[in-house]
C-alpha cells in the first residue's frame, strides 16, 4: 500500500466515524481501522484489516488519531502500535481520558522517542462530525505539525469566526481543561433540571409550556445549546402513549465520570466548586430510585406552589442566569488553581473562546466571558469582573425568592442553592472560619493565626 496519508484513524465508533468524515471533507482524508468494525453503508472511508496496513499507509512522520475508550484501552492501543512506528511518530488520544493517564503517557512516549497529545473532544456526534470544540495539550512541538488540520475540523465562533480550538499547555493541560469543561457541563445541566423541576412539580406548569418558556429564554441571554436542547425535548411526544416523553423517562441521571474527576481533583489541590460538586451529588442520589421511593411515603411529597406563576417564571430565569454565571466562575478558577499546581501555564484568555461553539456547553454568554478575559487576562474571579459583577447583584432579589420558594415547598435545589451560598461566602469579608480554627486548635492543638498581631498561636483550652 502507498504511504499517501497524513492521518489514521483507530477507532471507528460513532465518534472516530464522525471525524473520519469531518477530516475528509475539509481536506485531510484519513484511512482508518478498528478491531470489530461495524461500519454504515455510507462510510466512504478507506478502511484497512490490520495495524501494520494502516501505519504503512501513512506518510513519515506518521500521526495516529485514537478514539477508544479511557482508561486500559488507550494504554493497549498505543502498546500495539508502538512496534510499527517509528522515532518522531505522533500518537493522538481523542478521548476522555484521565489527565493524569496523559500526563504519565506524554513523559513515557516522549522518552521513548514519539510524541503524543491529548485532547479532549466536545459536541458529540453532531460536533464530531460538523465542527467540535477541541482541546489539545502533550507535547510542544507536536502541534504545529496538526494546527491547520484542527483548526480545518473544528467548530467556529459565530462571533468572529475563530476556530474552537487552541493550544491548551503541556503534559495532561488539554485532558484536564477538558474535564473541567464537563464539569462546568454537570453544573449548568442541573441547575436547568431544577429549575424546570421548581416551574413543573412545585408550580405545576405543563411541559407544553415550559417548552415554550425556554424557547423564549434561548432568544435572551439565557441562549445556549442546552436551553435549545431542553425547550425541544419537552415537546417530543411517546409515540406509544401520547404523553410527554420526559415523564417517562426514569429518573437516575447517569455518569461517565469526568464531573467526578473535577470534583475529585478540585478538593486535592484545594478549588470551591460547590455547584459542579451538588451536580455531581444530584446524579449520586438519582440513583438512589428504591430508597427515594420509600423515603416519599415515609416523609411526604413536595408541596404545591399557589403564587404568581408568571412572577415566577421571571425570577427562575434570572437565578438560572446567575446561577450559571456562577457554576463558570467556579470552573474557572479551578483551572486558574491548577495552572499553578501543575506548571502549565493555562491562559483563560485562549480556553474561553474556544468553548463558544462546537461543545455542549456552548452559550451566548461564553462571548462575555471571553471579553472579561481579554480585558483582564489575570482575572482573579470571573464574579469580580464589573460586567459580571452587575449581573449578579441586579439579579440577587430574583435568585434568593427562588431558592427560599424552593425551600419552602420542599423542592431540592442542590446546585442553585450551593450557587447562592458560594457567592455569599465568597463576598463575605468575615467567615465562621476562626470559630472552626479555634476547634482544630482545641481537640488538636493545630494553632491559629490572630487579627492583631503576627505569629501561630496555641492555647491551653481546658485550663
Known amino acids: 500500500m502507498e504511504s499517501n496519508y497524513s492521518l489514521g484513524i483507530l477507532g471507528l465508533g460513532v465518534m472516530g466515524r464522525s471525524l473520519a468524515k469531518n477530516f475528509a471533507r475539509n481536506g485531510y482524508p484519513p484511512v482508518g481501522y478498528d478491531l470489530d468494525p461495524h461500519l454504515p453503508d455510507d462510510f466512504d472511508i478507506k478502511v484497512v484489516n490490520s495495524l501494520d496496513e494502516l501505519v504503512a499507509a501513512l506518510t513519515p512522520p506518521r500521526t495516529l488519531f485514537l478514539m477508544v475508550p479511557a482508561g486500559a484501552p488507550v494504554d ?11 522515532k518522531g511518530d505522533l500518537i493522538i488520544d481523542g478521548g476522555n481520558s484521565f489527565f493524569a493517564d496523559t500526563e504519565r503517557r506524554v513523559k513515557q512516549l516522549e522518552q521513548e522517542g514519539f510524541q503524543f497529545i491529548g485532547m479532549g473532544v466536545s459536541g458529540g456526534e453532531s460536533g464530531a462530525l460538523w465542527g467540535p470544540s477541541m482541546m489539545p495539550g502533550g507535547s510542544q512541538e507536536a502541534w504545529p505539525r496538526v494546527r491547520a488540520m484542527f483548526e480545518a475540523i473544528s467548530a467556529k465562533a459565530p462571533e468572529d469566526g475563530e476556530p474552537c480550538v487552541a493550544w491548551m499547555g503541556a503534559g495532561g493541560a488539554g485532558h484536564y481543561v477538558k474535564m473541567v469543561h464537563n464539569g462546568i457541563e454537570y453544573g449548568d445541566m442541573q441547575l436547568i433540571a431544577e429549575i424546570y423541576d421548581l416551574l413543573h412539580r412545585g408550580a405545576g406548569i405543563s411541559n407544553a409550556d415550559l417548552a415554550e418558556i425556554f424557547a423564549q429564554w434561548n432568544t435572551r441571554e439565557l441562549r445556549s445549546y442546552l436551553i435549545e436542547i431542553t425547550a425541544n425535548i419537552l415537546t417530543r411526544m411517546d409515540e406509544e402513549t401520547g404523553r410527554p416523553l420526559v415523564d417517562l423517562i426514569l429518573d437516575e441521571a447517569a455518569q461517565k465520570g469526568t464531573g467526578k474527576w473535577a470534583s475529585q481533583n478540585a478538593l486535592d489541590i484545594g478549588a470551591a466548586i460547590p455547584t459542579i460538586n451538588a451536580a455531581v451529588e444530584s446524579r449520586l442520589l438519582s440513583a438512589l430510585k428504591p430508597e427515594r421511593v420509600v423515603a416519599a411515603r415515609v416523609f411526604g411529597s413536595a408541596g404545591k406552589y399557589t403564587g404568581d406563576k408568571a412572577a ?26 491548577a495552572s499553578q499546581e501543575y506548571n502549565w501555564e493555562l491562559n483563560l484568555s485562549q480556553i474561553v473562546p474556544i468553548w463558544r461553539a462546537g461543545c455542549i456547553i456552548r452559550a451566548s454568554m461564553l462571548g462575555d466571558i471571553t471579553h472579561a478575559y481579554r480585558r483582564n487576562p489575570n482575572l482573579p474571579n470571573l464574579l469580580l469582573d464589573d460586567a459580571f459583577t452587575q449581573a ?70 481546658e485550663d
Open 76 to 86: 493497549a492501543a498505543i502498546a500495539s502500535l508502538k512496534p510499527y512506528l517509528q
Open 392 to 461: 449578579v447583584i441586579s439579579r440577587q432579589a430574583a435568585w434568593r425568592e427562588v431558592v427560599q420558594t424552593a425551600v419552602v415547598l420542599g423542592i431540592p435545589m442542590l446546585a442553585t442553592s450551593a450557587s447562592l451560598a458560594y457567592y455569599d461566602a465568597y463576598r463575605s469579608e468575615v467567615l465562621p472560619a476562626n470559630l472552626t480554627q479555634a476547634q482544630r486548635d482545641y481537640f488538636g492543638a493545630h494553632t491559629y493565626r490572630r487579627v492583631d498581631k503576627e505569629g501561630s498561636f496555641h492555647t491551653r483550652w
Open 312 to 337: 415566577l417564571v421571571a425570577a427562575a430565569e434570572q437565578a438560572l442566569y446567575v446561577s450559571k454565571i456562577i457554576s463558570y466562575a467556579q470552573g474557572l478558577s479551578l483551572l486558574k488553581m
